[in-house]
């Protein structure tokens, strides 16, 4: 069974870069995508981006350039980067495999996600 | 980006009563929507994609209706477990986008 567990600092400076590592047992990230997913206090869910085990990363243009996925095969897990942040990118952090299915054309869902890290901005 | 609002908010139930939510797309994403249970401290659980189909180990009190942009998500038959929150999201489009939640309380 897959699971995800995420990990990281739970407090960061603003301006600075948020880092996240999502870590992945039960099952090899190969030949899947992983996403990273946000919920900031009292908003909705955001989806930040997602990653293939290789290929390149697909990022939610509202975080304009700051946001970084990556992977790492040898270890099974991905990593999240996210530069400059403001207290605005205070929220709960996930991670979920996004499976892609075909059913009458492509389409998506999160399949597993894990319990999500809370990561706060302040100085 | 599609817009997803559900209704309603929140809601108030007690064991055994049907429930039915509402998630609305700003523009048609055809049958490319998922519906998830999120309990607090849990990760999310996805209970049903492609609008309808309900994935495995979900009961099947649990249906999922709508194409285009509505869809609903029913519950027949609360069960005191199916306290939660709900949310739907849509993958017919980039960036794909997350209802605001419902959530489900005890009467």
């Known amino acids: 069974q897959v699971q995800l567990q995420e990990s990281g600092p739970g407090l960061v400076k603003p301006s600075e870069t948020l880092s996240l590592t999502c870590s992945v047992s039960g099952g090899s990230i190969n030949s899947y995508y992983w996403s990273w997913i946000r919920q900031p206090p009292g908003r909705r869910l955001e989806w930040i981006g997602h990653?293939?085990?290789?290929?390149?990363?697909k990022y939610n243009p509202s975080l304009k350039g700051r946001v970084t996925l990556s992977g790492d095969t040898s270890k099974n897990h991905f990593s999240l980067e996210l530069t400059s942040v403001t207290a605005a990118d205070a929220a709960v952090y996930y991670c979920a495999r996004h499976l892609r299915f075909y059913t009458d054309g492509w389409a998506s869902a999160f399949d597993i996600w894990g319990r999500g890290t809370f990561v706060t901005v302040s100085s | 980006d599609i817009q997803m609002t559900q209704s309603p908010s929140s809601l108030s139930a007690s064991v055994g009563d049907r429930v039915t939510i509402t998630c609305r797309a700003s523009q048609s994403v055809t049958r490319f929507l998922n519906w998830y249970q999120h309990k607090s401290g849990e990760a999310p659980k996805l209970l049903i994609s492609?609008?309808?189909t309900l994935q495995t180990g979900v009961p099947s009190r649990f249906s999922g209706s709508g194409s285009g942009t509505e869809f609903t998500l029913t519950i027949n038959s609360l069960h005191r477990e199916d306290f939660a929150t709900y949310f739907c999201?849509?993958?017919?489009?980039?960036?794909?986008?997350f209802g605001q939640g419902t959530k489900v309380e005890i009467k």
């Open positions: 999201q849509q993958s017919h489009g980039y960036p794909p986008t």
């Open positions: 990653l293939y085990s290789t290929g390149s990363p």
């Open positions: 492609g609008a309808s």
